[in-house]
């Protein structure tokens, strides 16, 4: 079975910290992504990379950042945190090529106080 | 600019009868198109696919169809059964690297006893 492992459950963190948030997925999969999910919006493609060390903006950039330095690890970063980045924040990976269905890890609802 | 849309916010069915969720895309590029369940505190998890040269994918309890000139998919759940009772996210994809797919909002179903 497919194992994506996100770091923290639960998070609360202060308006203009810098926040982590880690992922990692144990299929040799060469495609990650970085959602996050919000009432009445489904989710949001914020990131995501198909190759160590690459990275691509999804739907909703604006405020973060991701870093892929290894195959098995995508981490996305909130570089000074807004209260309007609460919310649930969803990792995915899947092999790369056409038609592969994205593996997704149990999440981290972040709370930026 | 919602390019997978899923216009019921929630749906209840009784058990032992037919679950109908239904998704809408506007992106005729679209060749790839999955359901995912949602639990509570979960990440989701991935229920069924269908490509674009089908219109029709079985298993077991759960069948999608595909109307491409309409642009249309849903998910026939039968029998329906309490432990369904969850969110139905549709989401789909073009076969590009990176293998990013669009989501739709979510359907909420429950399935009464």
């Known amino acids: 079975d497919v194992k994506v492992t996100q770091s923290s459950r639960y998070l609360v963190k202060r308006t203009g910290e810098k926040v982590f948030l880690e992922c990692v997925q144990d299929?040799?999969?060469?495609?990650m992504f970085w959602y996050r999910q919000d009432p009445g919006l489904g989710l949001r493609l914020i990131y995501f990379?198909?190759?160590?060390?690459?990275?691509e903006k999804g739907d909703i950039p604006e405020g973060y950042s991701v870093s892929r330095e290894k195959k098995e690890r995508f981490s996305l970063i909130l570089e000074s945190a807004s209260t309007n980045q609460t919310s649930m924040y969803l990792c995915?990976?899947?092999?790369?090529?056409?038609?592969?269905?994205?593996?997704f890890g149990d999440g981290t609802r972040l709370s930026i106080l | 600019d919602q390019q997978v849309k899923q216009n019921s916010p929630s749906l209840s069915v009784q058990e032992g009868r037919i679950s109908i969720l239904n998704c809408d895309y506007t992106?005729?590029?679209?060749?790839?198109f999955l359901w995912y369940k949602k639990y509570p505190a979960e990440g989701p998890t991935f229920l069924i696919s269908?490509?674009?040269?089908?219109d029709k994918n079985e298993d077991g309890r759960f069948t999608v169809f595909l109307n491409k000139s309409a642009k249309h998919l849903s998910l026939h759940i039968v029998p329906s059964q309490p432990g369904d009772s969850a969110v139905y996210f549709c989401?789909?994809?073009?076969?590009?690297?990176?293998?990013?797919?669009?989501f739709g909002t979510g359907t909420s179903l429950t399935v009464i006893p």
């Open positions: 989401a789909a994809s073009e076969t590009l690297p990176g293998n990013q797919f669009y």
């Open positions: 995915a990976s899947s092999f790369g090529g056409a038609s592969q269905p994205q593996h």
């Open positions: 299929m040799d999969h060469e495609n």
């Open positions: 992106n005729s590029m679209f060749d790839y």
């Open positions: 269908i490509s674009s040269i089908k």
């Open positions: 990379s198909y190759d160590v060390k690459m990275k």
